[in-house]
């Protein structure tokens, strides 16, 4: 979805490095999250903030931290990034509405050495 | 069938054919229930959604039924495409605060065979 974007797209890291990986949308939407994507394993949520002020862990969120610079923006990063880590990492937004329908970016996929 | 470890349930189908695939879910308190449509190199992408307290939604081409007393969800594809070619999640949604939590399950290949 071209409303949300997600950079880089693709990202080859060694053990210990410090990634960041960033998402921004233009759908005007308060809510992002950060996920998680492993084969056969399903989506599986990190983090998410309701707005620029709120920010909540997911499911999975050890040895993850992330950022809400602005409505706009959500970053996630790796502090030291450890192979277990290697994985497909979706960022998402809702704006509310009957159930908070989730708008996927394109993804970003990170393998750490 | 249930996916173990890293592999996903598969259904290869003739284009023109109809498709079913099922999902079973967990939370009989889900309020929500949502089909996703994920094709190789891309996120998911939304595709229907059905309320807990309804048996059978339809759209284009697609229906979701809804069986609570078994809690098993259905996405059903009339006369499928290669375009339907995709990975296909169903998700839960449970009210959390003022939100809702998506909980997904770990998605069915779907193959189109032209």
């Known amino acids: 979805d071209a409303d949300v974007t997600q950079t880089p797209r693709n990202r080859i890291t060694k053990t210990g490095k410090r990634i960041m990986l960033e998402c921004s949308q233009t759908?005007?939407?308060?809510?992002m999250y950060w996920y998680r994507q492993d084969p056969g394993l399903g989506l599986r949520l990190i983090y998410y903030?309701?707005?620029?002020?709120?920010?909540n862990k997911g499911e999975i969120s050890d040895g993850y931290s992330v950022s809400r610079q602005a409505q706009a923006k959500f970053s996630l990063s790796l502090e030291s990034a450890i192979p277990n880590q290697t994985a497909l990492y979706f960022c998402a937004t809702s704006g509310g509405g009957s159930y908070n329908e989730q708008f996927f970016g394109p993804g970003t996929r990170l393998t750490v050495l | 069938g249930e996916s173990v470890g890293l592999h996903l349930p598969t259904l290869s189908v003739q284009e023109g054919d109809n498709s079913i695939i099922n999902c079973a879910y967990s939370n009989s308190a889900s309020d929500y229930f949502i089909w996703y449509k994920q094709e190789s190199g891309k996120g998911p992408q939304f595709i229907i959604d059905?309320?807990?307290?309804?048996d059978k939604r339809q759209g284009q081409r697609v229906t979701v039924l809804l069986n609570k007393t078994v809690k098993h969800l259905s996405l059903q594809i009339a006369a499928t495409q290669p375009g339907d070619s995709a990975v296909y999640f169903c998700a839960e949604a449970q009210r959390w605060g003022s939100n809702y939590k998506l909980t997904f399950g770990k998605g069915t290949l779907l193959t189109v065979n032209p």
């Open positions: 903030s309701f707005d620029v002020k709120d920010i």
């Open positions: 759908k005007g939407h308060d809510r």
């Open positions: 059905i309320r807990s307290n309804m």
